[in-house]
């Protein structure tokens, strides 16, 4: 579970680059609308690394195979709908807004199987 820690840090420092980056390099070229939309990215982005860096110390408690996929899910999560308003944004192509809710289904499930698994542990 050292795997989540170390990956949840280096995903919670990129989501710092990727916020310092909309605070200061796109704030002014974007509108507020897609400025928001960036936000939303950002914040489950660092909400989910944080959840990642969770899951890994966990994983001193608990069995790894009951975390594992909570921990892939939050990664797929991450890539999927932080990365899609990313793009949706930073290229004006509008159809990523369609794929952004499959990464939120990601992190739901990685919520609700870590609550699952714990429970029945």
């Known amino acids: 579970m050292k795997f989540f820690i170390i990956l ?28 928001a939309i960036f936000e939303t990215g950002i914040k489950y982005h660092f909400y989910h690394s944080i959840g990642l860096i969770i899951i890994g110390i ?38 990523f807004g369609a794929i952004t809710p499959i990464g939120g289904f990601f992190y739901i499930i990685g919520w609700f199987l870590l609550a699952y698994n714990i429970y029945k542990i």
Do not use: C, M, Q
């Open 58 to 95: 966990l994983g001193f408690y608990y069995p790894h195979t009951a975390l594992k996929i909570s921990g892939i899910s939050f990664v797929i999560g991450i890539l999927v709908f932080s990365g899609s308003l990313y793009l949706l944004v930073l290229t004006n192509l509008r159809w």
């Open 8 to 35: 949840g840090s280096i995903l919670t420092g990129v989501a710092i680059i990727i916020g310092a980056f909309g605070a200061h390099a796109i704030k002014t070229k974007v509108s507020i609308e897609d400025l």
